[in-house]
């Protein structure tokens, strides 16, 4: 049977082979890439719940977490299975996004040409979707896989509703639902997917035309479970989103802010869209709107809803893919702010398909009648698909590692404070402490205010030894935000190093009074209370720390040290041997271990080395 169809759809066979080209081409270097300081560490290189695997527990977290802001298990549990084949090499998980990216583009084309009839049109929408350089962010970043996992089950609800819509039944409707469920849990900006399907029941299904009123109605209708579902859905994304600290409030950034830059934002992306460079992986909240560009954009968004409908009854897919745009870019528009971006090349990968549609449709039409029409459609598609792989190639460059990938944003945009951050953290990880510390002071002239940008700096000049400098940016991030843990314990290792221990140890303390099971700091005080000989309570912090953190093997190390000089020998070893079973090759434990073992008198106090 499917040699039979490949036999009878040799022009699908081809338009597939070079989607999967255009696709490939660009895309497969980000099999040699990086993860980058961009939430790619934090979600998965230190989540334990990632790396647990397919266990009760670590499944059971994926349907309960709000983890990220959001509910989305499949997502979760796709990089479960991604860990599981391919452990901490980023290589496996960028393929895995390109594969997915893939299926998306090939659905796309079959969806489109099954609902339209328009072969070679629905095969220019996939291929504007496959290589145009704003959807590089969505397929080359690791941490994007709910973009294109939630977008391949998008298309998949659409395939499932065309097939209800040639015979509308309860067992069909249910497949509908089933995929558009699937879809809000690998990411909730689905929740707009219930009204394009009414968009695609006006044009390409054709369902409003020559029905009565109440049959229109039962359109209506039949989207109330998906209507609800997604309000369900949005429901809980805001309160994640909220109880994260995510969502900013209406102080943070006003409503008038929030409509001039939503109608900014939109007519930016169709900006980027026609022109597409310098573009960043993040884009900083502007502290003003140049009228010229609010009016400029105002006025573009009016005359294209003019136009549209004004064209609604002789070319109702301009309506319905402007309508596509402006629908499903609304969760992230701006009115409803989660981050602190202006905008993002990855919303569009799901609008910028209304877009293609009225591009992919419209300039044929708007081109019949010309003598060179059957020769210029042709060459300009195919010259407008090769310069937009080319544009994918070098802009999925720009995401091989965390350095090339901020200092490209900070090139091409201004006052990148994020940019410059997560570039001064990678140098930090690099040990080039006096490169990380220039970025983190440009960050700290741009946000003066925020407490853990203050913090990033201390740390960069306390790691060159410049402590009173450090001390004096930790002082001023605990008086912007007094309850902010990390600036105390920071301050703490300050004080350490610089002979006072009595603030010290304060200042440890207050840092395991804001946050509770903070091992680092109950150890390092536990440390500090052994050389003031106040054994007892630093094996209560040692104890606590081990509690809150079982493979801690410093602490280990350094109760087994208390334990020792309590005279508690075999108890010491015990905790030594733990110690070296987390780390085998602890220097400090292995040495500790060998004097216990080699002592012959172990009724006497041995001396044994903490760190």
């Known amino acids: 049977m499917i040699r039979q169809w490949i036999r009878s759809h040799p022009v699908h066979i081809f338009i597939c082979l070079g989607l999967a080209l255009i696709v490939i081409v660009p895309f497969y270097q980000t099999s040699q890439f990086k993860f980058v300081i961009y939430d790619d560490s934090r979600y998965i290189l230190s989540n334990k719940n990632i790396q647990a695997g397919f266990d009760r527990s670590s499944v059971s977290w994926a349907f309960t977490t709000l983890f990220a802001s959001n509910w989305q298990p499949l997502t979760w549990l796709s990089l479960m299975l991604d860990y599981k084949m391919y452990g901490t090499g980023a290589g496996g998980y960028h393929v895995t996004n390109v594969l997915i990216h893939l299926v998306n583009t090939l659905l796309l084309f079959f969806i489109f040409a099954r609902m339209t009839g328009g072969l070679w049109k629905s095969g220019f929408v996939a291929a504007l979707f496959a290589v145009h350089p704003l959807h590089v962010e969505s397929v080359a970043w690791v941490m994007a896989r709910k973009d294109v996992l939630s ?169 319905m893919g402007w309508l596509w745009y402006l629908i499903t870019l609304l969760p992230v528009c701006g009115i409803i702010q989660v981050g602190s971006q202006a905008m993002a090349d990855r919303y569009t990968y799901i609008p910028l398909i209304g877009l293609f549609i009225v591009i992919a449709w419209g300039i044929p039409d708007l081109l019949k009648g010309n003598p060179f029409y059957r020769y210029f459609i042709p060459v300009a598609a195919g010259t407008t698909i090769l310069l937009l792989v080319i544009l994918t190639f070098n802009q999925t460059g720009i995401w091989k590692d965390s350095r090339v990938l901020f200092e490209h944003a900070i090139a091409v945009t201004e006052g990148n404070y994020v940019a410059h951050n997560n570039l001064g953290s990678y140098l930090m990880r690099h040990n080039r402490f006096d490169e990380a510390a220039s970025h983190f002071e440009k960050v700290v002239q741009i946000k003066p205010g925020d407490e853990k940008y203050l913090n990033n700096l201390g740390i960069a000049l306390f790691r060159q030894n410049r402590y009173d400098e450090a001390m004096t940016y930790y002082l001023r991030a605990i008086a912007i935000n007094p309850r902010f843990a990390d600036t105390y314990y920071n301050a703490a290792d300050v004080c350490l190093f610089s002979g006072r221990e009595n603030e010290a140890l304060e200042y440890y303390k207050k840092a395991i009074h804001l946050r509770p099971g903070n091992a680092a700091a109950e150890n390092n005080v536990a440390e500090i209370l052994i050389r003031q000989e106040k054994l007892d309570e630093a094996i209560i912090y040692l104890r606590a720390a081990i509690k809150h953190h079982p493979d801690y093997a410093v602490a280990r190390n350094t109760l087994a040290v208390v334990l020792t000089r309590k005279n508690q020998i075999s108890e010491a070893i015990n905790e030594l041997n733990e110690a070296l079973r987390i780390n085998p090759r602890y220097t400090e434990a292995i040495n500790n271990l060998s004097k216990l073992r080699g002592s012959s008198q172990t009724n006497k106090i041995i001396d044994l080395n903490t760190r």
Not at 259 to 281: D, E, F, H, Q
């Open 151 to 319: 977008t391949m089950f998008w298309l998949l609800t659409m395939g499932a509703y065309a097939y209800y819509a040639d015979n509308p039944s309860l067992r069909r409707y249910v497949l509908v639902f089933i995929a558009f469920g699937l879809g809000l849990m690998s990411k909730p900006m689905l929740v707009t997917l219930p009204f394009v399907l009414l968009l695609l029941d006006y044009w390409p299904l054709r369902r409003f035309q020559g029905g009565a009123v109440i049959a229109h109605r039962r359109l209506v209708l039949e989207k109330i479970p998906l209507i609800a579902l997604s309000a369900v859905i949005s429901v809980i994304t805001i309160h994640g989103q909220g109880s994260s600290g995510s969502l900013k409030s209406f102080g943070d950034i006003g409503l008038s802010e929030r409509m001039v830059n939503a109608v900014v934002s939109y007519g930016g992306y169709v900006a980027k869209m026609l022109w597409p460079v310098n573009l960043a992986c993040f884009y900083p909240y502007p502290t003003s709107f140049p009228i010229s560009v609010v009016l400029l954009s105002v006025t573009f968004l009016g005359a294209v809803c003019f136009f549209s409908f004004r064209y609604i009854r002789t070319a109702p897919y301009l309506a």
